[in-house]
């Protein structure tokens, strides 16, 4: 009983976490029609800044702040730099083109940071285990993980739905050179929405770092993840994204914990802990190959035209 | 159409090169040399097998890379269970690669544009979770091939120059192959879905199956280099299918010149060596080769073939 809560409440962490990775990558993708592989880089280096920061300051919440910021500066420059020029290009110019940023991140981290990993050493008040049902502890930290990504997509909900800002960015997804005409200024809504997506990945790396450690290469496997959330849930879509984020978080969570003792009781000893590592990674794969087949555009498609 | 020009030329030369290459190394006694370019000859082969689906056939995979590590375990599991003959190694890494291909084509096919490009990056991404958790077989740390693939007394493996030559002319074959196919009638009709999907279908041709032959055929050409590379380094490892190996690929098909017989062979040869050049300069060439590459896609249209093909008209 206990395992199973604590396990689920990581599946929802974990979900949430891979969430805020997805929203940026799918509103990007929707909005501006850009395939960004560099979208883990700005993960890592949320984690990254978060690391340096917070060791100035001394204070765990202030180089998260700091940092938030850093990614948001960091993506709005990116983009005005570079990734504005691939607006309009193949899709293919744009995976070629962030996989360069992706080289250049990683080797640029390597030579600021060194290649040894940082450690984001969390203050006392968030280690500590917190009662959530009688009898069942569950560490402070993460809890307060599930908080903070429910807070973000009730924002992320509230400010696209609701405000008007968000009403250009839902009119800029389905008719670009509408409200381009309608003398909207594109050019800044692309940016500041590049920005939003950097500065969701930056919180997601940040948020993560005190969890695992903060290294080189980080944000490529959860990349890949946040891409399988995106076109399971139908690229575009930031409700898909939400509940493909949480599916496979938990998913990817359960099978890990549970996957290998169910396989014991129809396999061998043996046989279970030689297949239950590999189907437990081949889980989420599996699943996105089911929606795939059953529905190739995503759960929940954005726009169909 | 005129008898010459210089992406010709450069072509030739370079063929050339690649043909005389054992010789300029044996004379001048630079073993390292012939070492590092049987490894860009085979990945020429591997980028030329994903230029068949990318440049003619407009599907563009990113986990090619899959191929490479399934042909490579292939004959690293065959050698490691005591099966030496490269007359089974060999034909079972073109199987196993032709199989996954099937699977995966099949269930990726369904999807098309940015949804393909990331099905195929998850399903390697797949592939290579497997190969970590073949614990038999290695599992992260790779495996080990003690022996080469013994074709009894056919061709040695482990003379360098023979071997070179074997992989060059399996690189010739699969140009060759390519070649004929492009210009079939099979060929044709792939072609014909890469500009329009829709008026092909409505003429008559059963878009998919075409589709999942032509994929088919790639990733088996594909496994072949898998087998070779395998051979190349005595050793397999989950890390050939990395995600990040699929994107090089990519790039020395995109570098070379997509869609042109010969650019991803000069897309390898440029990529390997520029690789191989930059990080003798400093450790730090991924600096370097990051933004170079965003610069060639932003303004180098149509790869090496390309800016050849626009010196040549003047």
Known sequence: MLLVVEQFLNGLQFGLLLF?????????????????????????????????????????????LLALGATLVLGIV????????????DHLDHVLATFGLILFFNEAVRLIWGPAGLALP??????????ILPGIHYPAYRLAII??????????????????????????????????????????????????????????????????????????????????????????????AFLAAIFVGMIDTLGRAFLPNLLRQVLSGAAASTAAPALSSMLIYLLMAIVLVVRPEGLFPANRR | MKAF???????????????????????????FILTLFTRIVILALAAASLNLIMGFGGMMSFGHA???????????????????????????????SALYALVIGALSLRTRGVYFIMITLAFAQMAYYVASGLARYGGDDGLTVYKRSDFSGLINLSNRTQFYYLCLACLF?????????????????????????????AIGFPAKRYQLVCFVISGTMCGLAGALLANNTDFVSPAVMYWTRSGDLMVMVIL?????????IMGAVVFLLLEEFLSQITEYWALIMGPLLLLIVLFGRGGIMGMLGRVGRG
């Open chain 2, 256 to 264: 070379g010149g997509m869609g042109t017989l010969f650019g991803p």
């Open chain 2, 173 to 201: 074959g699969v140009i060759f192959l390519i070649w004929r196919i492009v210009n079939s009638r099979f060929g044709l009709v792939v072609q014909g879905l890469r500009s329009n999907e829709q008026r092909m279908q």
């Open chain 1, 20 to 64: 805020l990775l997805a929203a940026g990558l799918t509103l990007v993708f929707g909005i501006m029609d850009l395939v960004n592989l560099a979208h883990g880089s700005l993960y890592m280096m949320g984690a990254y800044f978060a690391a340096t920061f917070a060791a100035w300051t001394g204070s765990f919440l202030l180089g998260a």
């Open chain 1, 147 to 240: 908080a903070v990504a429910l807070l973000v997509a009730l924002l992320l909900y509230l400010g696209v739905m609701r405000t008007r800002i968000g009403m250009l960015i839902r009119a800029g997804a389905s008719n670009r050179e509408m409200i381009g005409a309608l003398g909207i200024n594109i050019k800044l809504l692309y940016t500041l929405v590049f920005g939003l997506g950097a500065a969701l990945a930056g919180l997601a790396g940040l948020m993560q770092a005190p969890i695992l450690t903060v290294q080189i290469g980080m944000g490529e496997n959860i990349l890949i993840l946040a891409f399988v959330i995106i076109v399971i849930g139908g690229i575009g879509s930031i409700r898909g």
């Open chain 1, 122 to 131: 969390l203050p006392v008040w968030l280690t500590v285990p917190v009662p």
């Open chain 2, 66 to 96: 899959a191929y490479l590590g399934i042909g490579g375990y292939a004959v690293g599991m065959l050698a490691q269970e005591g099966i030496g003959s490269g007359f089974i190694q060999f034909p079972v890494a073109l199987a196993a």
């Open chain 1, 78 to 89: 990116l983009e005005m730099s570079a990734l504005r020029h691939l607006y309009g290009r």
């Open chain 2, 5 to 31: 020009t210089v992406s010709k030329a450069v072509t030739a030369v370079m063929l050339a090169g690649l043909v005389l290459l054992p010789l300029y190394s044996h004379l001048s006694g630079n073993i």
